[in-house]
């Protein structure tokens, strides 16, 4: 399985950006999924997680009710709807899979920067 971002870029306080990742699988198989984040000079943290239905999801305190995670399993596609975007938002925004592993993430993108400019 690959994982791939798009999305980031450079926007400004107070706006919107939505990210997607696209699990490139030849399978049918739906894995849980998240969004995690790291700011420069600090460690990856969780933003969202979705389970394989995307009937279950969980948010990070910081990000809760401003942020949406979904996923389209026809499109094979997890999205990060970021809305009131903050400058403490900026990071390389990471896609995660749990392919393999019964706990935590083994599948990993390459990572999306998201700047917010204030």
């Not at 933003?47 to 910081?62: F, K, L, P």
């Amino acid at each position: 399985v690959q994982l791939v971002e798009s999305g980031g870029g450079l926007v400004q306080v107070g706006d919107s950006m939505r990210l997607s990742c696209v699990a490139c699988t030849r399978t049918s198989s739906m894995y849980n999924m998240a969004w995690f984040r790291q700011a420069p000079g600090k460690e990856r943290e969780f933003v969202a997680a979705i389970n394989w239905s995307g009937g279950s999801t969980r948010y990070a305190d910081s990000v809760k009710g401003r942020f949406t995670i979904s996923r389209d399993n026809a499109k094979k596609t997890m999205y990060l709807q970021m809305n009131s975007l903050k400058p403490e938002d900026t990071a390389v925004y990471y896609c995660a899979a749990r392919v393999a592993v019964a706990d935590g993430y083994d599948t990993w993108g390459r990572g999306t920067q998201i700047t917010v400019s204030s």
